[in-house]
């Protein structure tokens, strides 16, 4: 799988959006601040830029939460 890292100015949803469009990306992959996917509906209202690439792209959005912490991996 190809893939590419980019930095862009601008709002970031539609940013994102109008580079994917332009380079004919078969998929975004974006990060989110919240643990797991419920607070979807809390990130609808509040701006979240993975929700609104997902519900305004042609292509695929993957979604990808933020990560538990776990003290106990500390070293």
Request: contains cysteine; charged residues 15%; positive net charge.
């Amino acid at each position: 799988m190809q893939w590419t890292f980019v930095t862009l100015a601008g709002e970031p949803a539609r940013s994102l959006g109008r580079y994917a469009a332009g380079i004919n990306a078969s998929m975004i992959v974006v990060g989110t601040k919240e643990h797991g996917l419920g607070p979807r509906f809390e990130g609808l209202v509040t701006g979240s830029v993975a929700l609104h690439l997902a519900h305004r792209q042609n292509c695929p959005v993957l979604m990808v939460p933020l990560g538990r912490h776990d003290p106990s991996r500390d070293q």
